[in-house]
């Protein structure tokens, strides 16, 4: 969980590996649901995401 209905999940998907960053939502019986708000990475897409972490956090330093 990274946020209130914001997680972070790992699954597979027509058998590729994704890295599922999404906001969820609760239906009538009270289920939470995948939203449409999101982004599925691939392992290399992870991966390059991983190594601009210190790139990021300096932009937002500068902010």
């Known amino acids: 969980q990274i946020g209130k209905m914001r997680y972070v999940s790992v699954r597979d998907f027509k058998g590729k ?4 960053i999404r ?4 239906d009538q019986e009270g289920e939470m649901k995948p939203g449409r708000k ?3 990475l691939n ?3 992870w991966n390059q995401l991983k190594e601009q972490i210190s790139d990021i956090d ?5 902010l």
């Open 23 to 26: 906001e969820y939502w609760m």
């Open 17 to 20: 590996v994704l890295i599922d």
């Open 58 to 62: 300096d932009a937002v330093k500068n």
């Open 43 to 45: 392992p290399e897409q």
């Open 38 to 40: 999101g982004i599925s």
